[in-house]
C-alpha cells in the first residue's frame, strides 16, 4: 500500500489554519527557529525491521492484524511511515528473520520507498531450525569452539547480505552470560568473546563499522558477557577503530546515569549510536518517550554538546534507530509515536542556550542550570516539529492521517487478518 501524495495534502490543508497559529506563536518565543528546523528535517532514524508487527512478550503474542507477512512488506510498512513524516527513511534488518531473497529486486524497492539500509543485526541468540549446534550456552563466549565457529560464520553471513544491499554496519547483541553462579568462567567467557569478535571485526570490509551492544540482564539473570558500557568499550577498545558501543536505552539497570554514559562514550569517539525505547523497569521496549521523557531530553542535550564539541554531522555520524515493539498498540501508530518524540527530544536539545548553560556551569549556578534546562524542556516545541515535517511533505499530523484514512484497515484488506510477522 502507498500513501498518495494528494491526501497528505489534502490533511495537511485540513489542519494547516490550527498548525499555522501554534507556528507563528512557537517561532515568535524561539530565536533559532529556522536553524532547528532545517536540522529537523535533515535528521533521520532507522526502523527495525522486527518492529512491524506486534511483538512478542515471554508469555505470548497477539498479533494484530494486517502485519507485514514478508520483508517487502515490511519494507512497505516503513515506506509508509517515511510518506507520512519524512524521517524514517532507513531500514535496519535482522538476520536470519529477514534474508532478501533478491538483492536487485529489494533495493529497488528501498529506492521506490527512498529507504536505505542502516545497520545489520546478528542472530546468535536463538536456535534456527536445521541448525547443527545450539546456542543455548552461548555463541561467541562459547566453551565449545565448534559452536563459536558457528556463531562467526553467522555473522560474516550476516555482513555478506549487507554487503549486497549497501548498509555499512554490523550489530553484534549477545545474549551470552550465565543464569547461576559459577556456571561460567568470567575471565574465559571474555576472552573466547574477544577473539570471537576479532574473527568478525577482521572480516568487515574497509568503509564499515561494527556495533556492539550491551545489557544488563535478560535472558541470562546472573552475569552477561557483554553485561555494561564498561565492557562494551572493552572490546570495542581492544577490536579497533572500527568499533564502537551501542546504547539500548532499555538495557541498563535501574536508574543509571545513561546521559552521562553517552557524553563519556563521545570523549572517547566510541558511541556508535542508539536503539532508542522507553522503559519503566529493564528492557520493556515500550514506545521512545512513553515513561521518561525528561531522561530522553537530557540524553539528546549531551549528544548535541558532544556531537557539535566534535564537529560532527548530527543527521549521519552516529547510528539512530529505534528498538521497540510490543503487544498492545497497533505498530505503525507506535513507531510514528517514538520518531515524534525523538524528534521532539533532538528540537529541544537544539534550543538549550549553550552559552548560558555553560556559564552556568563554570560559575557553579546550579540553579541557572536547572532553570535552563528545564524552561527549554517545558518549551513546546511541537509546532516546530510538525513545521519541520511540513517542508519536507509528510503530513501535519501523521496519526490523524493514519486513522482517518483507515491505513491499517487498508492493510488488513490486502494482506489479510491473519498475517504474522516474523521477528520476537
Ligand atoms: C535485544 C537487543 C537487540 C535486538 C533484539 C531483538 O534485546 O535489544 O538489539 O536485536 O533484542
Ligand atoms: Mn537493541
Ligand atoms: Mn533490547
Not at 554531522?313 to 525523538?342: F, R
Request: with cysteine.
Amino acid at each position: 500500500m502507498r500513501i498518495d501524495k494528494k491526501q497528505i495534502d489534502q490533511h495537511n490543508s485540513d489542519v494547516q489554519k490550527t498548525h499555522q497559529k501554534r507556528f507563528d506563536f512557537a517561532k515568535s518565543e524561539i530565536p533559532n527557529a529556522e536553524a532547528i528546523i532545517q536540522k529537523l528535517i535533515d535528521f533521520n532514524v532507522a526502523i527495525p525491521s522486527w518492529a512491524l508487527g506486534t511483538g512478542g512478550t515471554r508469555f505470548a503474542r497477539f498479533s494484530g492484524a494486517g502485519e507485514p507477512g514478508n520483508l517487502e512488506q515490511k519494507m512497505e510498512d516503513i515506506g509508509l511511515l517515511h510518506a507520512l513524516n519524512n524521517s524514517s527513511g532507513a531500514i535496519s534488518l535482522h538476520i536470519p528473520w529477514d534474508i532478501p531473497s533478491d538483492y536487485a529486486a529489494i533495493k529497488q524497492l528501498a529506492t521506490d520507498l527512498n529507504l536505505k539500509f542502516d545497520a545489520m543485526n546478528s542472530n546468535t541468540f536463538q536456535d534456527q531450525k536445521d541448525q547443527a549446534l545450539s546456542y543455548k550456552f552461548g555463541s561467541l563466549q562459547n566453551t565449545n569452539k565448534a559452536i563459536r565457529r558457528q556463531a562467526i560464520e553467522h555473522n560474516i553471513e550476516v555482513i555478506k547480505h549487507g554487503v549486497e544491499l549497501g548498509s555499512k554496519a554490523l550489530t553484534v547483541w549477545l545474549s551470552d552470560g550465565s543464569c547461576f553462579p559459577g556456571q561460567l568462567n568470567f575471565r574465559k567467557a571474555f576472552q573466547n568473546t574477544l577473539e570471537s569478535l576479532h574473527e568478525i571485526y577482521a572480516a568487515l570490509p574497509s568503509d564499515w563499522k561494527v556495533f556492539v551492544e550491551y545489557k544488563a540482564f535478560e535472558p541470562n539473570f546472573y552475569s552477561m558477557t557483554v553485561g555494561d558500557w564498561g565492557q562494551s568499550l572493552l572490546y570495542a577498545n581492544k577490536l579497533g577503530p572500527k568499533a564502537f558501543t551501542l546504547v539500548d536505552l532499555g538495557h541498563h539497570l535501574p536508574n543509571a546515569n545513561i546521559e552521562q554514559i553517552v557524553a563519556l562514550l563521545m570523549m572517547e569517539e566510541k558511541l556508535a549510536g542508539f536503539h532508542f525505547n522507553d522503559s519503566k523497569y529493564g528492557d520493556d521496549d515500550l514506545t521512545v518517550g512513553s515513561i521518561k521523557p525528561y531522561q530522553l531530553f537530557l540524553i539528546f542535550n549531551e549528544l548535541v554538546e558532544g556531537m557539535d564539541a566534535r564537529g560532527l554531522n548530527h543527521a549521519t555520524d552516529l547510528g539512530w534507530m529505534i528498538d521497540a515493539s510490543h503487544n498492545v498498540k497497533d505498530p505503525l501508530e507506535d513507531l510514528l509515536q517514538s520518531v515524534e518524540a525523538i524528534m521532539l527530544s533532538y528540537a529541544q536539545a537544539l534550543l538549550v542556550d549553550r552559552t548560558q548553560l555553560n556559564k552556568a556551569q563554570e560559575n557553579n549556578d546550579v540553579v541557572a542550570a536547572q532553570e535552563i534546562l528545564q524552561n527549554t524542556f517545558r518549551t513546546d516545541l511541537r509546532a516546530l516539529v510538525a513545521e519541520a515535517r511540513l517542508r519536507a511533505g509528510g503530513a501535519l499530523d501523521p496519526i490523524a492521517f493514519y486513522r482517518f484514512n483507515k491505513i491499517r484497515a487498508g492493510l488488513i484488506k490486502e494482506r489479510g487478518a491473519n498475517t504474522i510477522a516474523t521477528g520476537l
